[in-house]
C-alpha cells in the first residue's frame, strides 16, 4: 500500500505552504542593511506589500526619507538639488480637463487617477520643502505652500489649474484662428502650446537662495 506521501507525489499534488519566514528575513541582518541602503522608493514600495514583517521593517523612520515621508526640517542648503517624487513623473498634469483629476501615463488604455492613491499625499521631494514654485516648460504656473510639506497632490492640483485656467485677448483669438473655433470657443493655456504639449519629465528641483522656496522645473515639452 502507497504511503500518504507517495499518494501526494504520484497525484501531483503541491505541497502544503511552508511556516518558515520568508527567506529575505532569514539573512543576517548586518547583510539586510547592506542591501536596504541601495533601495529607493518603489524597491522599498514594492517590498513592504511583500508581506506585514516587510512593512514593519520599512517604517522605520531610517527609510521615511526614501519614502517621501520625512516632514521638513529647518532650513535646506542653498543650490542643493532634491529628488522628486516619482509619481509627479508618472502623470499627465497638461491634458486634464479637470482639476481632481490627473491622468496616470500608462500607454495602455487604463484611466487611472493619480489622486485616488494614497502616494498623493507623500511629500513632493526629498528632503521635503514648506515652498515650492512650479516652472513647466519655462512658464511659471504658481506657488505652493504648506509648513508640513508640500505634497503630490499640492504640486499636481497647482498645475493642473494652471494648465485648465482660460487665456483672453489677442492670444486668445489667435488659437481660435489656429484651430477654427468660434470667436466665443472658451481657450485655456494648455492650447497655446501648440504641438509642443506633451510632457517629458522633470529637469530639477533645486533650492534657493532663502534656503526654503524649491523650483520644480520641467523639461521642454515635446511634440
Known amino acids: 500500500?502507497?504511503?500518504?506521501?507517495?499518494?501526494?507525489?504520484s497525484t501531483g499534488e503541491a505541497p502544503g505552504p511552508s511556516s518558515d519566514p520568508p527567506i529575505?528575513?532569514?539573512?543576517?541582518?548586518?547583510?539586510?542593511?547592506?542591501?536596504?541602503?541601495?533601495?529607493?522608493?518603489?524597491?522599498?514600495?514594492?517590498?513592504?506589500?511583500?508581506?506585514?514583517?516587510?512593512k514593519a521593517i520599512f517604517e522605520h523612520p531610517r527609510y521615511k526619507l526614501r519614502l517621501f515621508l520625512k516632514p521638513p526640517k529647518g532650513q535646506l542648503q542653498a543650490g542643493k538639488g532634491l529628488a522628486i517624487h516619482p509619481m509627479l513623473e508618472e502623470v499627465d498634469l497638461?491634458?486634464?480637463?479637470?482639476?481632481?483629476?490627473?491622468?496616470?501615463?500608462?500607454?495602455e488604455g487604463e484611466n487611472l487617477n493619480a489622486f485616488d492613491y494614497p502616494a498623493a499625499d507623500e511629500l513632493a521631494t526629498a528632503p521635503a520643502c514648506t515652498k515650492l514654485k512650479l516652472e513647466m516648460n519655462e512658464r511659471k504656473c504658481g506657488t505652493v505652500t504648506n509648513q508640513n510639506g508640500v505634497t503630490v497632490r499640492q504640486v499636481m492640483k497647482r498645475a493642473i489649474k494652471y494648465w485648465t485656467g482660460t487665456v483672453t485677448g489677442?492670444?486668445?483669438?489667435?488659437?481660435?484662428?489656429q484651430w477654427g473655433w468660434a470667436a466665443d470657443h472658451p481657450v485655456t493655456r494648455r492650447y497655446t502650446l501648440g504641438d509642443?504639449?506633451?510632457?517629458?519629465?522633470?529637469?530639477?528641483?533645486?533650492?534657493?537662495?532663502?534656503?526654503?522656496?524649491?523650483?520644480?522645473?520641467?523639461?521642454?515639452?515635446?511634440?
Open 1 to 9: 500500500m502507497e504511503s500518504q506521501q507517495g499518494n501526494s507525489k
Open 24 to 54: 529575505a528575513l532569514r539573512i543576517p541582518a548586518e547583510l539586510w542593511a547592506l542591501v536596504s541602503r541601495q533601495l529607493q522608493y518603489v524597491d522599498l514600495k514594492r517590498l513592504s506589500r511583500v508581506c506585514k514583517a516587510f
Open 94 to 107: 497638461v491634458h486634464c480637463e479637470d482639476v481632481n483629476k490627473a491622468e496616470i501615463l500608462r500607454g
Open 170 to 177: 489677442n492670444v486668445a483669438n489667435q488659437v481660435r484662428r
Open 196 to 223: 509642443h504639449c506633451f510632457f517629458e519629465g522633470w529637469d530639477y528641483a533645486k533650492v534657493q537662495a532663502d534656503g526654503s522656496t524649491v523650483v520644480l522645473a520641467s523639461h521642454w515639452f515635446g511634440s
